[in-house]
């Protein structure tokens, strides 16, 4: 029955091409729009590689020195409290301590400017990069604060052409390291991982400890991965621990220190839209955009539902004949709605596809990086979940639109609309 | 075949209330080619709206192959207009957008326990019926008026439903098409199909098997043709 009645829906819709295109672009545009910031969210949160593991990370970004009649400030974890106070917890977890800067970066009369993360060997085990060439930095090294630099194969590329670059010298704000390493370029979209070059923190002294915000708060932040996704509560936990026993320690000095976190990958990333004070969990954030969705499919619903009502009249004959030949009042709501859900699904997919074109036109807009170094591909993915979720806004949207033409239509009596003589 | 008992059938409007039918009482006999005459607006297509079950009656029942039809809900009447009429219209209402054979199968889309092959079988059968069996994949733009009725006759009775209800089936068709189209009638009366239409054509009504005349909602007359005895049924 379905590939008659099917055959039947195209062949309405290649007959009404206005009618159709219309509604296709209603439809489409709204799901462009929506499935934009969804893809933009969610391949903000992927687990892609060298984030493979990034459901099971945990976050520190942000801390707020408050001294009391004094100053307030929100920045980074400073370098002291990270690594001499979170990154030292006896927690069963990888701890990495991690900044980002953009650095000069000199090799032979070329000069450029690039984000280079500075961090320890516990990064290249959290983050699984693919080693084109040679290898991380190591403890030794790192303890030995050797000056050694693993870069990405674009940088590589940029400097040296296919050339082999291990143990070549290149200059980093004037001074000079080793390559001891080359990784595939991380994605731009891993807000984590991306860079051109990475070096050994040890080289950066820990600054001592001192009155007000400066020793809490700087430049680093951390990545934390527990041993087990069960482990992640006891991180958490420790963590508050080890804070308001600091707190306690400073209270004499009328400091106070909150850290935001450990948060996972998704908070972090809706925490980027609101401040601390808006911010009330991810699911409140897939909430409030729900109900954003819903109310924004309103006004094509209608619009589409007002060109299915003035289409009753043009359709009569047909629908009065599927009832004079037995079709009853519910299979025809049913077929009526599933022809305007198809139709939907159709904008529905339209829109995807413009939605990913958008997201690929205006990546570096959109997800704020500025790849100068122009030879990497950026990774956006349509996964399963956008899928479906485009599915479910057009089956939503299809039922909005559809219910109430329908149920008219099915209410036509056949007995008035057939008889008689030239139609 | 088909019972009307004390049928009455009024329209309502905010303003006017005609009555279309008045105490009709018909039985229609399995096998009868019946012919419904009469002048315009005497209730002739009400009748077998109502015989078909496309409108319910005001005041009345209804009796279909001897199961009453009274307080059946809408499924179970289109269930049962699928299974046992079929409806040809004087303006054949054939959906455009479908070829000959697709026109065909659509009632059978809504019948029950019947697969695509099965569906498609029955539809050819009901075609070649019909006497276009070349004309399958044509869509109705590309047919005659004959020919287009022919098609909505195969549909009425593709899925094998015994009774066929037709309004001034040859009403839009010059007298030669009409032929034809009498011509597919009468053969399919003749392998038992019960048929029940309206027609102003006296020529045509005289070669059925009765005619039932009406005037102004209440069936005055009922001939009875092979006989040629003429009963008045004073009502
Ligand atoms: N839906 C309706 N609402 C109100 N009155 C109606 C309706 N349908 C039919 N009538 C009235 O009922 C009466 C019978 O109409 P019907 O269509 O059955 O006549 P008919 O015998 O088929 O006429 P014709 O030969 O012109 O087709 C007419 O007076 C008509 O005006
Ligand atoms: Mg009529």
């Known amino acids: 029955m379905w590939f008659s009645y099917l055959k039947l829906v195209f062949a309405g819709m290649a007959k009404n091409k206005f009618f159709t295109a219309l509604s296709l672009f209603g439809i489409s545009s709204t799901v462009m729009i929506i499935m934009t910031v969804v893809l933009l969210f969610e391949n903000s949160v992927a687990p892609r590689k060298p984030e493979s593991r990034l459901d099971e990370m945990l976050f520190i970004k942000r801390v707020k020195v408050v001294v009391k009649d004094q100053s307030v400030s929100i920045g980074n974890v400073g370098r002291r409290l990270a690594v001499e106070y979170l990154a030292k917890l006896k927690t069963p977890a990888l701890i990495n301590v991690s900044s980002t800067d953009r650095f000069e970066i000199f090799y032979q009369g070329k000069l450029i400017s690039q984000q280079v993360i500075v961090t320890d060997p516990n990064y290249w085990r959290i983050y699984d990069f693919d080693f084109i060439k040679g290898r991380s930095f190591n403890l030794a090294e790192y303890n030995a604060k050797a000056q050694v630099v693993v870069i990405s194969s674009s940088l590589s590329n940029y400097f040296f052409g296919s050339l082999d670059v291990i143990g070549k010298m290149i200059k980093l704000r004037s001074q000079e390291y080793r390559i001891v390493g080359v990784v595939k370029d991380p994605p731009y979209t891993s807000t984590n991982c991306f860079a051109e070059a990475w070096v050994p923190s040890s080289l950066i002294d820990i600054p001592a400890e001192s009155e007000g915000s400066g020793s809490w708060s700087g430049e680093c932040y951390l990545t934390i991965l527990p041993n087990t996704p069960a482990d992640k509560q006891r991180v958490i936990d420790d963590v508050n621990d080890l804070m308001r026993k600091l707190n306690i320690r400073l209270a004499s000095k009328k400091t106070t220190v909150t850290l935001t976190g450990p948060d996972d990958a998704k908070t972090v990333y809706v925490r980027g839209y609101q401040s601390d004070e808006e911010f009330k969990g991810v699911t409140q954030f897939y909430l409030k955009w729900v109900s954003f969705i819903l109310l924004f499919l309103l006004l094509p619903s209608v619009n589409l539902m007002s060109l299915n009502i003035t289409r009753i009249r043009e359709r009569a004959t047909e629908i009065a004949l599927r009832k004079a030949f037995g079709a009853s009042r519910g299979v025809l709501v049913k077929q009526l709605l599933i022809e305007n859900i198809i139709l939907t699904v159709i904008g529905g997919v339209i829109g995807l596809t413009m939605a990913y074109a958008v997201l690929r036109i205006f990546a570096y807009q959109l997800f704020n990086v500025s790849p100068d170094m122009g030879d990497v591909d950026l990774v956006i993915t349509v996964n399963i979940s956008a899928f479906i979720l485009t599915l479910l806004v057009c089956f939503i949207f299809g039922i909005f639109s559809g219910i109430i033409p329908a149920l008219r239509m099915s209410k036509l009596n056949p007995a008035e609309i057939l008889k008689g003589g030239n139609k | ?235």
Do not use: W
């Not at chain 2, 054949?92 to 659509?106: C, K, Q, S, Y």
């Open chain 2, 1 to 235: 075949m088909i019972e009307l008992i004390d049928i009455q059938k009024v329209y309502r409007t905010s303003t006017v209330e005609t009555v279309a039918l008045e105490e009709v009482n018909i039985d229609i006999k399995r096998g009868e080619f019946v012919s419904v005459m009469g002048p315009s607006g005497c209730g002739k297509s009400t009748l077998l709206n109502i015989a078909g079950l496309l409108d319910l009656p005001t005041n009345g029942r209804v009796l279909i192959d001897g199961r009453t039809t009274e307080g059946m809900k809408d499924k179970e009447l289109a269930a049962f207009r699928n299974k046992m009429i079929g409806f040809v219209f004087q303006s054949f209402h054939l959906i455009n957008e479908l070829n000959v054979i697709d026109n065909v199968e659509l009632p059978m889309l809504y019948s029950n326990g019947i697969s695509a092959k099965e569906r498609h079988e029955k539809a050819i059968y009901a075609i070649e019926k019909v006497g276009l069996g070349h004309r399958m994949k044509h869509y109705p733009s590309e047919l005659s008026g004959g020919q287009c009725q022919r098609v909505a006759i195969a549909r009425a009775i593709a899925a094998g439903t015994s009774i066929l209800l037709a309004d001034e089936p040859t009403g839009n068709l010059d007298s030669r098409m009409g032929e034809e189209v009498m011509q597919i009638l009468f053969d399919l009366n003749t392998q038992g199909t019960t048929i029940v239409m309206v027609t102003h054509d006296e020529k045509l009504a005289k070669q059925t098997g009765r005619i039932l005349r009406f005037f102004d909602g209440r069936q005055v007359f009922s001939q009875v043709n092979s006989s040629l005895k003429q009963e008045d049924h004073v009502v």
